[in-house]
């Protein structure tokens, strides 16, 4: 299933991510970078950013990098394992990066580090996905 080639531009225009303030740095060849300045809007109860927040971009940043969503191949999760190490708190900002670690035919597998401002890790997944082509 051919789609639309995404780019930066596309790619920051999707709803659910502008809703989050989450925006797409850059896409590689091999990976993609999105970040995002944790706010009130990312809280939960104890006060810190909501891990769905992270989950969020672990399962975003996946689908960018050049062979994926940028070359057209249409794709959709089938597992999403996240870890988390440390809490992010208000005013962090979060890198999230990701790593093409195996590209099949009919699937692929995605690694990806959340770092905060200070280089220090947040949270870690790793992404299947199956491509729809």
């Known amino acids: 299933m051919a789609?639309?080639?995404?780019?930066?531009?596309?790619?920051?225009?999707?709803p659910f991510l502008q809703t989050l303030g989450i925006q797409?740095?850059?896409?590689?060849?091999?990976?993609?970078?999105?970040?995002?300045?944790?706010?009130?809007?990312h809280r939960n109860y104890l006060g810190g950013a909501h891990?769905?927040?992270?989950?969020?971009?672990?399962?975003?940043?996946a689908f960018f990098p050049r062979p994926l969503l940028p070359s057209g191949t249409a794709c959709t999760t089938t597992s999403l394992n996240v870890t988390y190490i440390r809490?992010?708190?208000?005013?962090?900002?979060?890198t999230a990066r990701s790593e093409l670690l195996h590209l099949g035919?009919?699937?692929?597998?995605?690694?990806?580090?959340?770092?905060?401002q200070d280089a220090r890790l947040v949270a870690h997944?790793?992404?299947?996905?199956?491509?729809?082509?």
């Open 3 to 14: 789609i639309e080639p995404a780019t930066l531009e596309s790619g920051n225009r999707i």
């Open 24 to 41: 797409l740095h850059e896409i590689g060849d091999r990976h993609a970078i999105m970040q995002v300045t944790v706010s009130e809007l």
């Open 51 to 61: 891990g769905g927040l992270l989950a969020t971009l672990v399962d975003t940043v």
């Open 87 to 94: 809490p992010a708190a208000l005013g962090d900002t979060l």
């Open 105 to 116: 035919r009919r699937t692929a597998s995605v690694r990806v580090e959340i770092t905060n």
């Open 125 to 133: 997944g790793v992404i299947g996905l199956m491509l729809l082509a």
